[in-house]
C-alpha cells in the first residue's frame, strides 16, 4: 500500500500536551543541572536512584499510590510507593546483616516478578550494584557473567536455581550468599542457600541509605560484542538525570499515566525503563509475570487502562502476525503514547499502530552503553516512518567517517552513511567496561562515544538506522554475541570449528545460525544437527542458542585465522561476497 513518508502531528493527536512541546526551543536552551536541580538529592548530600525513584515519594503525597501492579497468571499484586520503601529498606537491612558491602555486586535471575523490584531498588539503597541476568539464559552465559562480574550475592528462584544454577555453583567462588524466591513465598531447604522470604521476614523497615553520589556504581548490564567474553558496562547513580529527562521528553510521563514497559528487566531497558524512570515520575507501573500472548497483551492494555506503552518491535511484528481481528475484541480509549525499542522499527509497524490501535508507534534508539534513551521520536514532532527519530535535549547525535589518522569527524551531508556517534559526557554513559579498560577506550575518539552502530541523518536532522557495523546479532531485541555461541558449540566433541552468524527474520529480526565443521571420525547427519541444538540450547538457553545449523567441510577464514563471519552470511544470503582479499586459500 503506498503511504505517505510523513505522519503529520495534530492537535488532536496529543490527549494531553505534551512534556516536550517545542523541540527546538527545548533543546537550545537545555542544561543537564537544571535537570540535577529538579531531582531531591540524599538528605545531607549525595545522590541514590532508590531516593530518587521510591524515598522522596513514601515520604510524600504518592506514599499510597500504587507504584507496581503485578500481574500473575490468575491474580494480581499492587505494591504502593510506601510499602516499596518499607520492603525495600528491609532488603537493604537483608544486605547488611550478611555483610554485603557498598560496591560488592549483586546478580539476579528471575522472571518479572515483585522480589526482583524490590531487590534492585534495596540493593541502591544499601550501594549494591546490581548485575540483573536474562531468565532465559542457559547455565554458561550465568557462570560467565557472574564469573566476570565477581558476584558475592545471586538472588534467583528455587526453579531456576536448580535447572541452572546448582550445577554451575562450584564454579563460582566469590559467590557467598545464593538467595532463594520459593514458588509459595519460601524456599525449600536447599542446602547452600538462603531462603529470600525468611531473611525479608526478619528484617527492619527502617534504613537509611547508604551514602552514594553521582559517580558511585549502581548497574552493571552485560553486552555482547563480536570477540572475547561479554562486556560488563558499569554504570552510575547520576545516571538518574537522563532516565529522569527521558521519562519526561521521549516517554512522555505524566503524573497521572498507568504506563507499561514490556521489557524484561534481565536487559537494560527492563531496568532503566521497566524500573527506574517510572517510578522518577511517580506513575503507576503495570508489570505482566506472564510470557507473550497476544490476546493477554491486548486485554492488559484495555482492562488497565494503560496510557504509555513502551514496547518492541519483535513483539509488534508478533501482535501484527497475530491479526487486527484479536485487536478489535478490545477498545483503547486510555492509550495515548506508544514507543517501540530495541531494533529497527519498519514503516509498515509504525502504520500499523495508527490503523490498529489509533496511535502510530513512536520508534526510538538507544543501547546498553549510553543508560538510557538518546534519538526518539517524540510527541512533539511528526514521525518519518523507518526514522528512529531525533536526538533528545541535552544529547548531541553525529554521523562520523574515521580518518587515517583514527581521528573521527562529523559528516556534514545529509543522507550519507557512517557510524553513529554521540558527544560523551551524558549522565548515563557507561563509566567503563568491567576489567576491560582497553575496550572502553575503543569506544572513544576524541569527544565523540561511538556506538558500533552504522545510520545516516537526512537533511531535516532526522536519524536513519542502517545496521550494525560489526557481527554481534540482535534477536527479538537482545544482542547476542557469535563468539559465546561459537565457544559453546567448540565443547561438543564432533565440532572442530564453528561460525554463527544472524540470519534475518520476519518475526524476531535475527534468528542465531550456525555453521559447523566436523572432526576427523564424525558424520554430518540429521541426527548430529539435533544432538548440537540441543547441545547448545542446554549449555546456552533458548534465548542465546542457535535455531539452524548447517554442516561445511571447512570454515572461510582470515590469514589471521579469523572465522569471517560476513563471508557466511553473504553466501547464506546470497548477497555478493565483497572483499575476500584477506581470506585464506583453503
Ligand atoms: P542493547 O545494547 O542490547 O540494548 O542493543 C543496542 C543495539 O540495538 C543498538 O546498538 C542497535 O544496534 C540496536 N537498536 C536499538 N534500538 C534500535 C532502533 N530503534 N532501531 C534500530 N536498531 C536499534
Known amino acids: 500500500m503506498d503511504r505517505p513518508s510523513i505522519i503529520r502531528k495534530t492537535a488532536a493527536d496529543l490527549r494531553v500536551p505534551p512534556n516536550l512541546s517545542d523541540y527546538a526551543a527545548t533543546c537550545a536552551t537545555f542544561d543537564w543541572d537544571a535537570v540535577r536541580a529538579e531531582l531531591a538529592g540524599l538528605p545531607g548530600g549525595g545522590l541514590n536512584i532508590a531516593h530518587e525513584a521510591v524515598e522522596r515519594h513514601a515520604c510524600g503525597p504518592l506514599h499510597d499510590k500504587v507504584a507496581f501492579r503485578f500481574l500473575g497468571t490468575h491474580s494480581s499484586r499492587d505494591i ?24 560488592e555486586r549483586l546478580f539476579l535471575l528471575s522472571g518479572r516478578i515483585p522480589e526482583l523490584y524490590v531487590t534492585v531498588l534495596g540493593s541502591f539503597k544499601n550501594g549494591t550494584v546490581v548485575s540483573p541476568l536474562f531468565s532465559a539464559f542457559g547455565p554458561e552465559p550465568i557462570a560467565t557473567r557472574i564469573k566476570l562480574g565477581e558476584g558475592a550475592v545471586l538472588v534467583t528462584t528455587e526453579l531456576l536455581y536448580e535447572r541452572k544454577v546448582a550445577k554451575i555453583r562450584d564454579q563460582l567462588p566469590t559467590l557467598r550468599h545464593v538467595l532463594l524466591v520459593g514458588e509459595d513465598g519460601q524456599a525449600t531447604n536447599v542446602p547452600g542457600t538462603l531462603d529470600f522470604g525468611t531473611l525479608m521476614a526478619q528484617a527492619s523497615d527502617d534504613f537509611t541509605i547508604v551514602p552514594t553520589g553521582p559517580e558511585d556504581l549502581s548497574l552493571l548490564h552485560f553486552t555482547s560484542g563480536t570477540t572475547g567474553t561479554p562486556k560488563g558496562a558499569m554504570h552510575v547513580h547520576g545516571a538518574v538525570a537522563t532516565h529522569w529527562a527521558t521519562g519526561k521528553y521521549a516517554l512522555d510521563l505524566h503524573a497521572d499515566d498507568i504506563y507499561w514497559c514490556t521489557a524484561d528487566p534481565g536487559w537494560v531497558t527492563g531496568t532503566s525503563y521497566g524500573i527506574i524512570a517510572p517510578l522518577l515520575h511517580g506513575v503507576t507501573s503495570i508489570v505482566d509475570e506472564a510470557d507473550f500472548d497476544a490476546e493477554r497483551w491486548y ?24 491479526g487486527a481481528e484479536i485487536a478489535r475484541k478490545h477498545a483503547y480509549p486510555s492509550l495515548r503514547f506508544v514507543a517501540s525499542v530495541g531494533e529497527p522499527l519498519n514503516p509498515e509497524a509504525v502504520w500499523w499502530g495508527k490503523e490498529v490501535l489509533g496511535l502510530p ?155 559447523v565443521s566436523l572432526k576427523k571420525g564424525f558424520e554430518a547427519s540429521d541426527t548430529l544437527r539435533l544432538e548440537l541444538l540441543g547441545h547448545a540450547r542446554k549449555k546456552l538457553g533458548a534465548a542465546v542458542a542457535p535455531k539452524e545449523i548447517d554442516f561445511l567441510p571447512s570454515l572461510p577464514r582470515t590469514r589471521s585465522g579469523k572465522i569471517m563471519r560476513r563471508l557466511l552470511k553473504a553466501r547464506e544470503l546470497g548477497l555478493p561476497e565483497g572483499d575476500t582479499s584477506t581470506l585464506e586459500s583453503s
Open 299 to 322: 486485554r492488559i492494555l484495555d482492562e488497565q487502562k494503560v496510557s504509555v506503552w513502551y514496547t518492541a518491535p519483535t513483539a509488534i511484528r508478533m501482535l501484527m502476525k497475530a
Open 361 to 515: 508507534i513512536h520508534d526510538n534508539w538507544w543501547q546498553t552503553e549510553t543508560g538510557g534513551i538518546m534519538i526518539a521520536n517524540t510527541p512533539a514532532f511528526d514521525i518519518k516512518p523507518g526514522s528512529m527519530g531525533r536526538p533528545l535535549p541535552g544529547i548531541e547525535a553525529a554521523i562520523v567517517k574515521k580518518e587515517s589518522d583514527g581521528k573521527v569527524s562529523p559528516v556534514d551531508t545529509a543522507d550519507t552513511e557512517g557510524e553513529l556517534a554521540l558527544k560523551a559526557g551524558w549522565p548515563s554513559m557507561l563509566r567503563g567496561y568491567l576489567h576491560n579498560e582497553e575496550r572502553y577506550k575503543k569506544c572513544f575518539a576524541g569527544e565523540w562515544y561511538l556506538t558500533g552502530d552504522l545510520a545516516k541523518r537526512d537533511a531535516d536532522g532526522w536519524f536513519w538506522f542502517v545496521g550494525r557495523a560489526d557481527d554481534v546479532i540482535k534477536s527479538a531485541g537482545h544482542l547476542i554475541g557469535p563468539f559465546e555461541v561459537e565457544s559453546a558449540l567448540m565443547e561438543h566433541p564432533a565440532v572442530a570449528e564453528a561460525g554463527v552468524i544472524g540470519k534475518p527474520d520476519e518475526v524476531v529480526g535475527e534468528v542465531v545460525k550456525a555453521f
Open 80 to 103: 504502593r510507593y510506601g510499602e516499596l520503601s518499607r520492603l525495600t529498606n528491609r532488603f537493604a537491612n537483608v544486605l547488611k546483616a550478611l555483610g554485603v558491602g557498598k560496591g
